[in-house]
């Protein structure tokens, strides 16, 4: 295997989000590189289906792309916050549900080539309300989707956003 050796690091910008730091870095073949790598925590996608067979997504502006985004309730893991719990309170807070049954279907790293960030994907059922307060700088509208539209929707690109693709494609439920 041809693993690259970190020689040293520099902090660029430390966030509350994301971190950023240049690695200088030692190349299999002895050459000298740099890497410019984004440090995250952690994250958790979920797909909430109901009894009525309905996905609950969420609808909300996304500065960076500055458009309006159709995706799976998601947010990043607390300090500490195991993934599960981390999915459980993102329902809550986000689509006000708390899930009876919740099953972690896998993870995957959302940009290796540059990120550090690992989202765990669930698939949540058995629904009840149960609403938490959401965090301040949302405004999120919640939209309800037959899961048997939902490959439909990717190919049509209403649904565009890549964890939302990945725990759909995970949850093989459409």
């Known amino acids: 295997m041809n693993v ?3 020689i040293s690091t520099q902090r660029v910008f430390s966030g509350n989000i994301v ?4 690695d200088t870095i030692e190349l299999p073949n002895g050459r000298q590189a740099t890497r410019e790598v984004v440090e ?3 994250a958790v996608v979920v ?3 109901d009894m009525d067979g309905n996905v609950l997504l969420v609808r909300q502006y996304r500065y ?3 458009e309006m985004v ?3 309730p998601a947010g990043g893991i607390e300090p500490g916050e195991l993934p599960e719990h981390a999915a459980v309170r993102e329902l809550g807070e986000e689509v006000g549900v708390y899930p009876k049954t919740i099953e972690q279907v896998g993870h995957f790293w959302s940009a290796p080539g540059y990120c550090t960030e690992v989202l765990y994907a669930f698939v949540a059922r058995d629904l009840v309300p149960s609403p938490l307060e959401p965090d301040e700088d949302e405004d999120i509208e919640i939209e309800k989707h037959p899961v048997s539209n939902l490959r439909a929707m990717i ?5 565009q956003d890549a964890k939302t693709i990945s725990v759909i494609q995970m949850a093989e439920i459409a």
Do not use: F
């Open 40 to 42: 995250h925590h952690g």
């Open 70 to 72: 159709l995706e799976a």
């Open 47 to 49: 797909l909430p289906i």
């Open 4 to 6: 690259e050796r970190q």
């Open 19 to 22: 971190g950023l730091r240049l």
């Open 64 to 66: 960076p792309v500055k």
């Open 155 to 159: 190919r049509s690109g209403d649904i």
